[in-house]
């Protein structure tokens, strides 16, 4: 059973524009959600975090917004930039004493010039 | 500094036979945790060291998986009798300390072993 959910595989933005990858999860007991992101042939890297006792975080260009009435979240670009193309996977933990991650399948985005 | 290190980058190898994998986490950083990505799938959690003891293993998939860590430091995911189901990509990832800064701690990630299995 996939506890975190990215339905959508792949998107294409235009430089400039807004991208918005979005990420459902199914276990209540998660509360602490997470962005990687990951390009050919590295590991993935952090991007931004929320707690879910918050809605919104921003860093920079990159906003993350938490629904968790709808265990929904999504990631903001903007402006996206042709660098931003790579796979984004979402992340969840819970009160496990310790990070453990669950991740997504990831979305690849694609920021044409 | 020096991010996260994984050997080898690649690894054929033929169904049944052995193989061990090795990750050099970041210097200082006292958790250590294993990922595997199959095919079209997301990453999957396999093991999580706090030092040199493994709190959860949970994620193992079968008994012929195992891992160590030695020295707060190197650890060695071990496969047996490898099947071709073991091909995926083995990503090691470490944190600074996942006691102190709770399930909040960064994880970084190494590069990945592709492993494929014949």
């Known amino acids: 059973d996939q506890q975190v959910k990215q339905n959508s595989p792949s998107l294409s933005v235009q430089e400039g524009r807004i991208s918005i990858l979005n990420c459902d999860y199914t276990n209540s007991m998660f509360d602490y959600f997470l962005w990687y992101k990951k390009y050919p042939a590295e590991g993935p890297t952090f991007l931004i975090s929320?707690?879910?006792?918050?809605d919104k975080n921003e860093d920079g260009r990159f906003t993350v917004f938490l629904n968790k009435s709808a265990k929904h979240l999504s990631l903001h670009i903007v402006p996206s930039q042709p660098g931003d193309s790579a796979v984004y996977f979402c992340?969840?933990?819970?009160?496990?004493?310790?990070?453990?991650?669950?991740f997504g399948t990831g979305t690849r985005l694609l920021v044409s010039p | 500094g020096a991010g996260v290190s994984q050997s080898p980058s690649n690894k054929v190898t033929e169904k049944g036979k052995d193989v061990e994998l090795r990750c050099d986490p970041i210097?200082?950083?006292?958790?250590l945790y294993w990922y595997r990505q199959s095919l079209g799938q997301g990453l999957e959690f396999l093991i999580y060291?706090?030092?040199?003891?493994?709190?959860?293993k949970s994620g193992l998939p079968s008994d012929r998986f195992s891992a160590e860590r030695t020295g707060g430091s190197v650890s060695t995911l071990t496969i047996q009798r490898t099947q071709q189901e073991d091909s995926a990509v083995y990503l090691c990832?470490?944190?600074?300390?996942?006691?102190?800064?709770?399930?909040?701690?960064?994880?970084?990630f190494g590069p990945g072993t592709r492993l494929t299995v014949l």
């Open positions: 060291f706090q030092g040199n003891s493994a709190p959860d």
């Open positions: 210097s200082g950083h006292t958790a």
């Open positions: 992340a969840a933990s819970g009160h496990t004493g310790f990070q453990k991650l669950v």
């Open positions: 990832a470490s944190s600074l300390s996942s006691r102190l800064a709770g399930y909040t701690d960064t994880q970084y």
């Open positions: 929320i707690s879910s006792i918050k």
